[in-house]
């Protein structure tokens, strides 16, 4: 199953694949996500009519102030221009002068779009938490190009109290098929991630890998009751490439979640601690050090938690050289609200209290953030989905260019948002005050 599902064809631009068949037009998708995983991004996508088939159209971008990579150790790329061929970067930078479509960036900087590694929807663009309509879309327009879930918690009805493993398994299943067969133009949704409980079996794990699902997390874990039995969650998962999170903190807003400080996370050893610096509570000071020195997972930073500890957080990495391990996220909607900007918040506070640069700390919630939940996304290389934003200055910054104003707190307004090399925001955001320069398209 694929998460894009549009044409490209003379008199079908964009056109939903249901909609290019319905006029007769025969669509075949190829999955070529590789590794037993669905992909989430669009590869091959032909369209059998009496005109052969057919390829994305190509993007060239030009005239880039600059280009930040996603990778934190180079974070900038010495290029003034992208060429994109088949969702995909093609040439970085491009000696080309004509494409399909050709962006006249006019000095605004190019940056991969932002991931949010922390994220719970429930089904479609809406959810219940808030009872807001459209917050995905509204994401996309504050620079977002990927959510991860953390689990569809929020599902109305859910029984937390008294977890089933069926249930639980099955909500993972439908939430990935769902959120696969969407056609909206918005940020790529990794959904379905499984909500941990007792009794899974190893079969369960087959066939949620077989399903594409990429995450599980424990939350609503009776953690210490079974360690045989999470011990083996966490082997079928490694076993099969499934990234494995975990509630850190004090209990989550359901009230029915178990703190899960140091000696919880030393024994089920995840990949991720999710929102270590507190989702809305941390763990203790000296407990989140103990993580940061002596194991080895990522680390979320979310907007949700204590914003103190982000600091002291970023202080501790620093001293012990584990910036690799940062990666940031949301945890929204929630009772923290949705916010559309949060992301680019949380860059600017990296940027402007935590001693990096605004280059690195965008490759954070980038680069990072796919490297940590094994994306294609996330940094701008050849070869690599085309998934990327264009910034600049908002007029009244005292920053003189697209990064410098994050080194202030200052967020930058966004001008386009170009998801796996299509155009889905264009001009600027409907979240962000507009940069003081505007990218234009220059041919269409």
Same mark, same amino acid.
């Given at each position: 199953?694929?998460?894009?599902?549009?044409?490209?064809?003379?008199?079908?631009?964009?056109?939903?694949?249901?909609?290019?068949?319905?006029?007769?037009?025969?669509?075949?998708?190829?999955?070529?996500?590789?590794?037993?995983?669905?992909?989430?991004?669009?590869?091959?996508?032909?369209?059998?009519?009496?005109?052969?088939?057919?390829?994305?159209?190509?993007?060239?971008?030009?005239?880039?102030?600059?280009?930040?990579?996603?990778?934190?150790?180079?974070?900038?790329?010495?290029?003034?221009?992208?060429?994109?061929?088949?969702?995909r970067i093609a040439e970085l930078p491009s000696s080309r002068s004509d494409a399909d479509t050709i962006i006249d960036a006019r000095g605004v900087i190019a940056a991969p779009g932002l991931i949010d590694t922390h994220v719970h929807p429930t089904f479609g663009d809406f959810t219940p938490t808030q009872n807001s309509v459209g917050w995905q879309q509204a994401y996309l327009h504050g620079g977002v190009t990927s959510l991860v879930s953390?689990?569809?918690?929020?599902?109305?009805?859910?029984?937390?109290?008294?977890?089933?493993?069926?249930?639980?398994?099955?909500?993972? #299943?439908?939430? *990935?098929?769902?959120?696969?067969?969407?056609?909206?133009? @918005?940020?790529?949704?990794? =959904? !379905?991630?499984?909500? &941990?409980?007792?009794?899974?079996?190893?079969?369960?794990?087959?066939?949620?890998a077989a399903e594409g699902v990429g995450c599980v997390k424990f939350i609503f874990y009776p953690y210490g009751d079974d360690?045989?039995?999470?011990?083996?969650?966490?082997?079928?998962?490694?076993?099969?490439? #499934?990234?494995? *999170?975990?509630?850190?903190?004090?209990?989550?807003?359901? @009230?029915?979640?178990?703190? =899960? !400080?140091?000696?919880? &996370?030393?024994?089920?050893?995840p990949?991720?601690?999710?929102?270590?610096?507190?989702?809305?509570?941390?763990?203790?000071?000296?407990?989140?050090?103990a993580v940061v020195k002596e194991m080895h997972c990522a680390l979320e930073i979310a907007t949700a938690g204590s914003f103190r500890r982000d600091i002291e957080l970023m202080q501790m990495v620093h001293k012990v050289g584990a910036l690799d391990r940062i990666i940031v996220g949301t945890d929204t909607p929630s009772g923290t609200g949705v916010?559309?900007?949060?992301?680019?918040?949380?860059?600017?506070?990296?940027?402007s209290l935590c001693d990096v640069s605004p280059a690195?700390?965008?490759?954070?919630?980038?680069?990072?953030?796919?490297?940590?939940?094994?994306?294609?996304?996330?940094?701008?290389?050849?070869?690599?989905?085309?998934?990327l934003v264009l910034i600049g200055r908002?007029?009244?910054?005292?920053g003189k260019d697209g990064l410098d104003g994050l080194t202030i707190g200052d967020i930058r307004g966004i001008s386009f948002v170009i998801v796996n090399g299509e155009i889905v925001v264009r001009d600027r955001s409907e979240q962000t005050p507009p940069p003081e320069t505007l990218a234009v398209i220059e041919k269409a």
């Open positions: 199953m694929m998460r894009w599902d549009t044409v490209r064809h003379a008199g079908l631009v964009d056109a939903p694949a249901n909609l290019a068949m319905s006029l007769g037009h025969t669509v075949a998708i190829t999955d070529t996500g590789g590794e037993g995983r669905t992909c989430h991004q669009l590869d091959d996508y032909t369209c059998g009519c009496s005109r052969g088939n057919f390829t994305m159209s190509s993007l060239l971008i030009v005239n880039l102030g600059a280009v930040v990579s996603g990778d934190w150790r180079q974070p900038l790329h010495n290029a003034s221009s992208i060429y994109i061929e088949d969702g953390a689990g569809e918690l929020h599902v109305p009805g859910l029984p937390l109290e008294h977890p089933e493993p069926k249930l639980f398994k099955y909500l993972s #299943v439908l939430a *990935k098929r769902c959120a696969d067969n969407l056609t909206q133009n @918005g940020p790529r949704l990794y =959904a !379905g991630t499984l909500l &941990l409980t007792p009794g899974l079996t190893e079969a369960d794990f087959d066939e949620i360690e045989v039995e999470s011990d083996n969650y966490v082997r079928w998962c490694h076993e099969r490439n #499934v990234v494995v *999170k975990i509630h850190t903190g004090g209990v989550s807003r359901s @009230g029915v979640s178990r703190p =899960a !400080g140091y000696e919880v &996370l030393k024994a089920i050893q990949d991720v601690a999710a929102h270590i610096t507190g989702g809305p509570i941390p763990m203790p000071l000296s407990e989140m050090e916010l559309p900007r949060a992301m680019l918040r949380n860059v600017a506070l990296l940027a690195v700390a965008w490759c954070l919630a980038t680069g990072n953030a796919a490297r940590a939940h094994r994306l294609e996304a996330g940094l701008l290389q050849e070869g690599k989905p085309a998934d908002i007029k009244g910054s005292e």
